[in-house]
Nanobody, 122 residues
């Protein structure tokens, strides 16, 4: 099992910045990818950014150039630095962790954080 604790959401004006954090605990040795998704009212949950255990990052088109995902040296905490925020970035942001385990065959399990609200408004 992996437990996730998110922090860093809040209210920010357009053009402002926020930094989200997500700390993982438990069976973290099997984590191979950490990332962020968001869900706005009336919309499906969508990918924002992911970072692999090798440091490879992947961003949605809306996040490219404005958001940066990173991990700490231990690989148990993932960050999302969000700059130049826009009202359309308003959503609940969810941390996601994927782990790979072997039990006769390799399989992947996905874990989600509780979500943190980000509101961009003047």
């Amino acid at each position: 099992q992996v437990q996730l604790v998110e922090s860093g959401g809040g209210l920010v004006q357009p053009g402002g910045s926020l930094r989200l954090s997500c700390a993982a605990s438990g069976s973290t040795f099997s984590i191979y990818e950490m990332g962020w998704y968001r869900e706005a009212p009336g919309n499906q949950r969508e990918l924002v950014a992911t970072i692999s255990d090798s440091g490879t990052t992947n961003y949605s088109d809306s996040a490219k150039g404005r958001f940066t995902s990173s991990r700490d040296n231990a690989g148990n905490t993932v960050y999302l630095q969000m700059n130049s925020l826009k009202p359309e970035d308003t959503a609940v942001y969810y941390c996601n962790v994927k782990v790979r385990r072997f039990s006769g065959a390799w399989y992947t399990t996905s874990y989600w954080g509780q979500g943190t609200q980000v509101t961009v408004s003047s």
